[in-house]
C-alpha cells in the first residue's frame, strides 16, 4: 500500500475549517493577520486561530499559521511583537517565505517547526538542503515543477518534507511575485492585497504610427510592442512584448491535479495541497471530499474514479489545467474567452444547518436563489442526494414558492442525510 499524504486545505474563516475537516482534510492553513498573503479576506484573529489549533487537535489534525508575505520596514519593525501571541498558542507549524522574517523566529522559537512557502519559489534539490540547514521542517515546491523535477528533488533530498500544490488558482507570475496589482491598483501582491489584476479584461492594440495611440494603428513588426487597454482603464496604455512563448498577462486557468495524485504518492511527496482561502465553505468542501477521495483510492490501488471530476466541474472554476506537472502547450494554461470565474454546472445556494429525522426535513441556512422545481444536490463527507424541490417551507411551516436568497432559512423533504451538508442546484433545472 501507498503511503497516504497530507490533504492540505485552505481555511479563510473558522467554518471553512470545520467543513475542511469535515469533507477529508488532514490539515489546513489559515493566515496570520497583517502577515500573510489573503489579507483582505481573513476572519481568523487571535480568539479564532486559538478556538482553531483547540479543535484541529481535538480531531487529531493539524493547523498551520500562514505568514509568508515579504514586509517593507514599517512591519519589521512591529512583526515579533505581533505574531507572539500567535507562537504562544503552538500553533503545528508556521508558513513562511521571508529570509529574515525566518531567522528572527528561528532565533527567538527554535522548538517551533517551519515550513517554507511556495512564495520563496524553491525548484531545485539545492535550495531545499539549504533551507534544510537552516532548520526548517517542510518545503512548499514551487507550482512551476514537473512531475519528474519533484520526483529529483525527492531523490535528492529523502529527509526532508515535501508539499506541492495539487487545486486551486494558478499566478500570472512565479508563484506571486507579480508587479501587475501594484501597478495598476497600488495594491502590491507580496504585501497580501492582491486585486487579481491579470484576470480583468484586455484589450490588445498595435504600436501606432504617431503619437495617439487610438489613430492610425496599424500590425506591429515582431520587434515592437503592442498595447495593453484595462476595460475600466480606457486611455490608458501599457507597452507588451510577445515572444514565441506568447504573453504573460493574462488569464490562467486553474489547477487541477487529480489525475497526478497516484504519481506524486508514488514519488513520495507529504502533503497536497488545496489553493483556496478566499473561496466558498461550499469550494473548501468539495475539493477536500473529491481528493481525500482520489488519495485513499490511490493507496488501495483502485483506479481514478472519473465520477471525481465530474464533481470538481461543478465548481465555479475557469476551465481546468494540470499546470506544469506534464508541459502542456501554452494555449491549454489560458482561458481567453472571460476573466471571470463561472458556475460550470450547480451554483451553491445553502448550508443544511438542521436535519428532525423524525419528519425528515431539512433546515437549511439559503446562499443563493432556489424554487420549487429546481433539481439540487445535497453533499454530505461521504455521500451525496440529488433530487427535485417538490415543497418549500418557510421557518413557520407556510409552503412558499421561492427562497430568494441569503438570510432566509427554508425547510425541505429529504432521505436520511449526514451532517454537515451543503445544497447546490442544478444550472440545467
Not at 522559537?109 to 520563496?120: G, T
Not at 424541490?389 to 414558492?401: A, C, F, H, P, S
Request: glycine share 6%.
Amino acid at each position: 500500500m501507498i503511503k497516504k499524504p497530507e490533504l492540505l486545505s485552505p481555511a479563510g474563516t473558522p467554518a471553512h475549517m470545520e467543513y475542511a475537516f469535515a469533507f477529508g482534510a488532514d490539515a489546513v492553513y489559515a493566515g496570520l493577520p497583517r502577515y500573510s498573503l489573503r489579507a483582505r479576506n481573513n476572519t481568523f484573529d487571535r480568539n479564532n486561530i486559538q478556538k482553531g489549533i483547540v479543535r484541529a487537535h481535538e480531531l487529531g489534525k493539524l493547523f498551520f499559521l500562514t505568514c509568508n508575505l515579504f514586509p517593507h520596514g514599517s512591519k519589521l519593525r512591529s512583526f515579533m511583537k505581533d505574531v507572539k501571541p500567535f507562537v504562544e498558542l503552538k500553533p503545528d507549524a508556521m508558513i513562511m517565505a521571508d529570509p529574515g522574517l525566518i531567522m528572527m523566529v528561528r532565533e527567538e522559537w527554535p522548538e517551533l517547526p517551519i515550513h517554507l512557502s511556495v512564495q520563496s519559489n524553491t525548484v531545485n534539490a539545492a535550495s531545499v538542503k539549504f533551507w534544510q540547514k537552516q532548520g526548517l521542517k517542510r518545503i512548499i515546491l514551487s507550482r512551476e515543477l514537473t512531475l519528474s523535477e519533484v520526483e529529483e528533488i525527492r531523490q535528492a533530498c529523502p529527509d526532508m518534507e515535501l508539499e506541492v500544490f495539487v487545486h486551486g488558482a494558478l499566478c500570472v507570475a512565479y508563484s506571486g511575485r507579480c508587479l501587475l496589482s501594484g501597478y495598476m491598483s497600488n495594491r502590491d501582491a507580496n504585501q497580501g492585497i492582491c486585486t487579481n489584476a491579470c484576470r480583468w479584461e484586455y484589450r490588445v492594440k498595435a504600436s501606432p504610427t504617431s503619437e495617439d495611440p487610438a489613430q492610425n494603428l496599424r500590425h506591429s513588426a515582431a520587434d515592437e510592442p503592442w498595447l495593453l487597454e484595462e476595460k475600466e482603464r480606457p486611455g490608458e496604455f501599457m507597452t507588451m512584448y510577445e515572444d514565441d512563448q506568447g504573453t504573460y498577462i493574462m488569464n490562467s486557468r486553474d489547477l487541477c491535479a487529480l489525475e497526478h495524485v497516484e504519481r506524486l504518492m508514488n514519488i513520495g511527496v507529504d502533503s497536497l495541497k488545496i489553493e483556496g482561502r478566499t473561496k466558498s465553505i461550499y469550494y473548501v468542501a468539495r475539493t477536500a471530499r473529491a481528493y481525500r477521495k482520489a488519495i485513499d483510492d490511490a493507496a488501495l490501488g483502485k483506479p481514478m474514479d472519473p465520477s471525481i471530476f465530474q464533481d470538481l466541474g461543478k465548481l465555479a472554476n475557469r476551465g481546468y489545467t494540470g499546470g506544469f506537472y506534464e508541459r502542456k502547450p501554452h494555449a491549454d494554461f489560458q482561458a481567453y474567452s472571460s476573466s471571470a470565474s463561472t458556475p460550470q454546472s450547480h451554483v451553491f445556494v445553502g448550508e443544511v444547518i438542521d436535519y428532525d429525522s423524525s419528519r425528515g426535513l431539512a433546515t437549511i441556512d439559503v446562499k443563493n436563489r432556489f424554487e420549487k422545481g429546481d433539481r439540487i444536490e445535497i453533499i454530505s463527507p461521504k455521500t451525496s442526494q440529488n433530487l427535485l424541490v417538490d415543497e418549500l417551507l418557510d421557518q413557520k411551516g407556510n409552503r412558499i414558492e421561492v427562497a430568494p436568497g441569503n438570510g432566509w432559512k427554508v425547510r425541505i423533504s429529504v432521505a436520511p442525510l449526514q451532517l454537515p451538508a451543503l445544497i447546490t442546484k442544478s444550472l440545467s433545472s
